[in-house]
């Protein structure tokens, strides 16, 4: 087990490397210059000068790489050229405030994807399995920004039930909460869908397997084959969820811009139309990085929980 464990971790690795590589290429590739938003338009080229030198664009792109990743291991991921302030400061406020809304709509979408799922597989062909699909369905197929508009106008302009943006007082644990539930149940509903679907398809498979009929031959209950599915259906379902909160990690730039919710979405579109490097980079970086160790916990979790895929 830990040898395989080690394993894992020895892989990720090179993973990261390729990322961090990728994610300075990918920056530096777009067009436009990143002083842009600094410089006044009358600048001269001598003021121009001093800021490549001052951020080091002025050095070949293999320099400014390595010098990029050395101070990224040591947790420097320089300053924001539109702010001046530390760009690991922003970007860990900004993924604290991400967590909070993708880890609810994480557990929203993974409780109602597999109520969906379960319900489905167990009664394939009737209306309860086509009501289910048909709802999974439409989670992965709506727009998020569509819903979360929808959502705003329906439960804060015309019930005024909830608040339709911002992060609220964060003194009070309530106002927080009721400012997290739009945007937490906007981002659930497409992880819903994949879940229920794939949970469905574990659910049809496991009970048209041998071992459910032999069950079944000597009278186990319900329950008791219920609990064997769902020790089957596990490791899937949660291999699923895991990759879920990586892409809500990092796919949630439209939902925090609807919302004005100050996470990594929103620092990302801001540092995108600002053209900051700097923050651009260190954002992708830190949500590649949370990407990749959310598979390795995912690997560890499979394995302790299904012993063959250690085997295999």
Known sequence: MLVYLARRVVYTIPILLGVSLVCFALVHIAPGDPLVSVLPPDASAE???????????????????????GRALQGDLGTSIASGRSVTTEVVTAVGYTLRIAV????????????????????RGSAMD??????????????????????????????????????????????????????????????????ARTVRALVADILSQEFVVGLRAKGLTDAGIFRHVVKNAAPTA??????????????????????????TGFVLNNAIFQRDLPLLQGTILVLALFFVILNLLVDMLQTALDPRIQRS
């Open 104 to 123: 609810l709509a994480t557990l929203i979408g993974f409780f109602f994807g597999s109520l969906f799922g379960f319900v489905a597989g167990y009664y």
């Open 47 to 69: 003021l121009q000068a001093q800021l490549r030198a001052l951020y080091g664009f002025d050095q070949p792109y293999i320099v400014q790489f390595l010098r990029w990743l």
């Open 238 to 263: 949660l291999a699923v969820m895991g990759l879920q909160l990586g892409y809500l990690l990092g796919g949630s730039i439209l939902i925090e811009t609807v919302f004005s919710w100050p996470g």
């Open 130 to 195: 086509r009501i289910a699909s048909f709802v999974s369905v439409l989670g992965v197929s709506v727009p998020h920004y569509w819903l979360g508009m929808v959502l705003v106008i329906i439960f804060a302009a015309i019930l005024g039930w909830l608040p339709p943006t911002g992060k609220g007082d964060e003194s009070s644990l309530w106002e927080s909460f009721r400012h997290m539930i739009l945007p937490a149940v906007t981002m659930s509903v497409i992880p819903m869908g994949i879940v």
